[in-house]
Structure formats: structure tokens, C-alpha cells
């Protein structure tokens, strides 16, 4: 069974950082495109980040640009996003999602095929 297994989320002040992690377990992740979602109170779920499937190429959305990097270390089999001068709308829900196939629209969430649990970023002003 496949398992997605976020980390890292909390309560940061405005211009703080955080790491989230995104531990899967129940296959390989180090060769398909893994990517972050948020989902605000209100709102639709929204792309975040995303890693091609050979980790060499990188996909951000305009909001997050210059601020968020997303890694992954194969070896853990976990991806990261590392979030830097976190902002008040920067607070949701970030959801971990891995898809099954190599060549996919990142930044469409029905794209892919495992989700993780969610874990909670609030930002304070």
C-alpha cells in the first residue's frame, strides 16, 4: 500500500521558515514527478511546487517563486519543500502527491495519483 506521510507544518511568524517532508513508503518515488498542493479555508486546492520525475527539472507556482525550493533525497525516499519568508497567505493545508507516470501536467492536482494526509502551515502577521 501506498503511503504519503507529510512533516514539518506549524505556526510561523511572517517571514519565518519551515521544511515540510514527505516520506512515502510502499513503492519508489525517486523516478516519478512528486509535487506540493495547499488548500486555504474557503478555497480550492492550488499548486504549489513540483519535481519532474528525474529531479533535474523544478516547477513553481508565481506566488511562491524566489521563496519555496522543493528537493528530494531518493535515498529517503522524501521529498522536501522548504519554505522561506513565509507570508500571512501562505497559510493552508500542504498536501505531499506523487504521481504514477513520468510525463504529467504539474500543476494539475488530477494529475496525480497518491495524496498525503495534509499537514497545517499558519503564518501570523
Known amino acids: 500500500q501506498v503511503q504519503l506521510v507529510e512533516s514539518g507544518g506549524g505556526l510561523v511568524q511572517a517571514g519565518g521558515s519551515l521544511r515540510l517532508s514527505c516520506a512515502a513508503s510502499g513503492r519508489t518515488f525517486s523516478s516519478t514527478p512528486m509535487g506540493w498542493f495547499r488548500q486555504a479555508p474557503g478555497k480550492e486546492r492550488e499548486f504549489v511546487a513540483a519535481?519532474?520525475?528525474?529531479?533535474?527539472?523544478?516547477y513553481y507556482a508565481d506566488s511562491v517563486k524566489g521563496r519555496f525550493t522543493i528537493s528530494r533525497d531518493n535515498a529517503k525516499n522524501t521529498v522536501y519543500l522548504q519554505m522561506n519568508s513565509l507570508k500571512p497567505e501562505d497559510t493552508a493545508v500542504y498536501y505531499c502527491?506523487?504521481?504514477?507516470?513520468?510525463?504529467?501536467?504539474?500543476?494539475?492536482?488530477?494529475?496525480?495519483?497518491?495524496w498525503g494526509q495534509g499537514t497545517q502551515i499558519t503564518v501570523s502577521s
Open positions: 502527491a506523487a504521481s504514477k507516470y513520468y510525463s504529467i501536467i504539474y500543476y494539475s492536482s488530477g494529475e496525480y495519483n497518491y
Open positions: 519535481l519532474s520525475y528525474s529531479g533535474d527539472r523544478t
